[in-house]
């Protein structure tokens, strides 16, 4: 299983991205999704996820600005990131589980993509 971010970049404060992540391989079901973010000196921390349900949680410090969605039939997570401020300049990265199609579990990530923006 394969999970690939795109649509990460440069941006001013206040200005807007939306990220994409692409799921591929043996998937027979795609449980939760997240994505996740490593700022320059700190730990990865949880920005926000969805359910297969369509269940949401986010990151305090996102709530409000970003959401996050996704379309089960592309396989396709997105992080519509509104008000960008310096402080979400990070690489983000994302997540998920699920079964393959011969009933095995199992957890990927995305090799990252880089959010930069200046202030």
């Known amino acids: 299983v394969q999970l690939v971010e795109s649509g990460g970049g440069l941006v001013q404060a206040g200005g807007s991205l939306r990220l994409s992540c692409a799921a591929s391989g043996v998937i027979f079901r795609l449980n939760t999704m997240g994505w996740y973010r490593q700022g320059p000196g700190k730990q990865r921390e949880l920005v926000a996820r969805?359910?297969?349900?369509?269940?949401?949680n986010y990151a305090d410090s996102v709530k409000g600005r970003f959401t996050i969605s996704r379309d089960n039939a592309k396989k396709t997570m997105y992080l519509q990131m509104n008000s960008l401020k310096f402080e979400d300049t990070a690489v983000y990265y994302c997540n998920a589980d699920g079964v393959t199609t011969s009933g095995a579990t199992w957890l990927a990530w995305g090799q990252g993509t880089q959010v930069t923006v200046s202030s």
């Open positions: 969805i359910s297969s349900g369509g269940i949401t």
